[in-house]
């Protein structure tokens, strides 16, 4: 028979969850004086204060319920609900409130179904322990918590409602006045009491991520090219580099052109537009045409197919197709033998999931096409480039169109927001305001796409375009060989894009070394020129084809969709 005397019971174990609202409390007495009650409260009890799990909700508001919905809060309650936590634990809190200062009926349905667990609650303001057995017999012990939680859910509301107003004052002086709203402003500028100046360092760097991207530089390029110099362009954010989704954020943000969005927060802490932008609110760092020149660089280079190499060896990356084959083609650098050590540069032909196919047959050498097409650039006219009339017109009315649209769905957005917001709204609409809503802000995005899109294809094949793109040429020819040249060559590529929509090429075959090469370049405005590039040492007597008259890219298209329909 065995004995169980001298075996002593397991103690309770505990679990500390603090929490305050403001981040600003951390540097404060808050979180030392939660855990110091919990230490103590379970040295006098005799329970194991157990800290294996991370109950922190650190600068997470309770007001509604964002705690036991997200925050640490709900990883306790999803413990208890898979027995991680056993029945007979107990939460330590400060005070009831800190477990939720939602809707009185949310918060007490909270309260009583962590009891119900059999999870005990103790507390320190008022010192108590609410467990299933002392709320069964004392009526108090329900109702004093119940006190607590309207008491602590008014006080939230009547800060969030004064809050509300006085960021509404504040709003209005910045509206009307142009006063600093004392919030969150871009990390670039300094405030002032008067107002808000450019720093002087970190203006600087806003000022070079806009012209990159305007050279061709995609968000992550332009963090390493300044992560590369560091006092030249110190980091802004808290990690101290530079990283691709900060650089894109400061790209896609008006407050470089000196506007200010006001924004305000409805009862469900949804955060939306509060009427139009205030102009001039901050000080200018790039003006409006250089923004929006930045978001065309942007759109374009989602538009092209390719990564571009680190010394933009190719000026044409994701432009060039195969007229007889309809495949892109992409730069392949090959030794010319085990024992020479030059290297020779081809286009050739990738599969369609973005793999290079080499040795395919359907490859030309790319320093003379390069060297071709640089020279029909350097001596086009504007009358080349210039769209066609009824083309551009038809776009300009085609950006009106989802301008107006966008402001429309716009206008929708908010009216589902205030119908969501309001509480006369019936329970059972909630739902399909909610899927109308997604639907409404899907239908926004792709409008917006599009529209970004046309106002880049308005920007681009315009005679200044290619006034730009000729003076590069001609400094890129200038600095052969120079340290200045990869740079150019960066800046080219960039401008060659806003220009050129694509080039197709069908090679004429004359020796296995000889390639003529037929080119069909596609303007951005519309129009098209057939460029031919004949080495120097192709045989007396060759006879190039003349294909002036065809349309690569339309018997590409036709072909491919006969191959389709055949296949199907």
Not at 342 to 370: I, N, V
Not at 493 to 503: N, P
Request: proline letters at 5%; glycine letters at 8%; aromatic letters at 8%.
């Amino acid at each position: 028979m065995h004995s169980t005397r001298g075996v002593l019971p397991m103690p309770r174990r505990a679990y500390s969850y603090l929490r305050f609202s403001s981040k600003r409390q951390a540097k404060g007495d808050s979180y030392r004086r939660q855990w110091d009650f919990a230490v103590d409260l379970s040295r006098e009890e005799g329970w194991l204060l157990d800290d294996s799990l991370s109950l922190l909700d650190l600068g997470v508001s309770a007001f509604r319920g964002k705690n036991a919905k997200f925050g640490a809060l709900s990883e306790f309650l999803a413990a208890v609900k898979s027995g991680r936590v056993s029945p007979g634990s107990v939460l330590i809190v400060e005070s009831i409130d800190r477990l939720s200062r939602d809707d009185v009926n949310e918060a007490y349905d909270l309260f009583r179904g962590i009891i119900r667990a059999g999870i005990a609650i103790a507390t320190r303001e008022p010192r108590r322990i609410y467990d299933k057995a002392s709320c069964s017999d004392n009526m108090l012990n329900l109702l004093e918590p119940l006190f607590i939680m309207a008491r602590a859910h008014e006080e939230s509301k009547v800060k969030s409602m004064r809050s509300r107003d006085a960021w509404k004052e504040r709003r209005k002086l910045a509206r009307g006045e142009k006063r600093p709203h004392r919030g969150k402003y871009p990390a670039w500028l300094v405030a002032t009491p008067t107002g808000y100046e450019a720093h002087p360092v970190h203006g600087r760097t806003v000022e070079t991520i806009f012209r990159l991207a305007r050279e061709g530089m995609g968000a992550g390029r332009i963090a390493v090219w300044l992560n590369a110099r560091p006092k030249e362009h110190p980091p802004m954010g808290t990690c101290g580099t530079w990283i691709e989704a900060y650089v894109r954020l400061i790209l896609r943000s008006r407050s470089a052109t000196g506007e200010y969005q006001p924004r305000t927060r409805d009862a469900e802490g949804v955060v939306a537009d509060d009427g139009s932008p205030v102009q001039g609110y901050y000080p200018v760092i790039v003006s409006a045409d250089e923004w929006d020149e930045a978001q065309a660089a942007v759109a374009g280079r989602r538009l092209k197919v390719g990564r571009p190499g680190d010394h933009e060896s190719n000026l044409f990356t994701g432009l060039v197709w195969h007229a007889a084959t309809g495949e892109g083609l992409c730069l392949k650098t090959q030794r010319a033998g085990r024992k020479v050590k030059r290297r020779y540069s081809y286009l050739m032909a990738y599969k369609t999931d973005g793999r290079r196919r080499c040795g395919s047959g359907a490859g030309f050498r790319y320093t003379p096409f390069e060297k071709g097409l640089i020279r029909t650039l350097t001596k086009l006219r504007p009358a080349d480039v210039q769209p066609p009339a009824p083309e551009e017109e038809a776009r300009e009315a085609r950006i009106s169109e989802l301008t107006g649209r966008l402001t429309a769905l716009d206008h929708r957005a908010a009216r589902f927001r205030a119908q969501r917001a309001d509480p006369a709204t019936p329970e059972a609409d909630l739902d399909e305001l909610e899927r109308t809503l997604a639907l409404v802000r899907a239908d926004m995005a792709a409008t917006a796409r599009e529209l970004d899109v046309l106002k880049w294809e308005a920007r681009s094949g315009r005679p200044e375009t290619l006034g730009e793109v000729q003076s590069l040429l001609g400094l890129l020819e200038a600095n052969e060989g120079t340290p200045e040249e990869p740079d150019l060559r960066r800046r080219v590529k960039a401008r060659v894009l806003s220009l050129v929509e694509a080039l197709w090429v069908l090679p004429q075959v004359v020796t296995r070394q000889t390639v003529i090469l037929h080119v069909h370049v596609y303007f951005r405005g519309g129009r098209k020129k057939y460029v031919q590039i004949v080495p120097k040492s192709v045989p007396e007597g060759t006879d190039p084809w003349d294909l002036d008259g065809a349309d690569f890219r339309a018997e590409a298209l036709a072909r491919a969709e006969k191959e389709a329909s055949h296949s199907s």
